[in-house]
């Protein structure tokens, strides 16, 4: 079809294109946000579950997890149940999931 010049002139044709794209701008704001919401909940109640483990186990346990996590072979219990509560806190799913 070609261009009819008589239609590109049409008053009024683009005047809600602002209003439209700002209703657009909003919506995906609020669906960013409500994503970043749901993560941050996800996030938390993985920390809470890791951190709750690694209080069940014993000395031997959180060294030797630590010691296959972190690669460090010399750590004592405090340390390693230390490290294990750091990692719990940023990467709760490393925790979570087996090591291999």
Known sequence: MPLDHGIINI?????GINAELDRYKAQ???D???AEKAASTQH???QA???ALIAGWDDDQCVRYA???TGIRSLTPTQARTK???VAHWTPK???MPVS
């Open 49 to 51: 579950a890791a951190k």
């Open 84 to 86: 294990l509560n750091r």
């Open 67 to 69: 010691a296959r996590m």
């Open 94 to 96: 490393s925790i979570l």
């Open 28 to 30: 995906q704001k609020k």
């Open 44 to 46: 938390r109640a993985d």
């Open 32 to 34: 960013k946000r409500a």
């Open 11 to 15: 008053p009024g044709r683009t005047s």
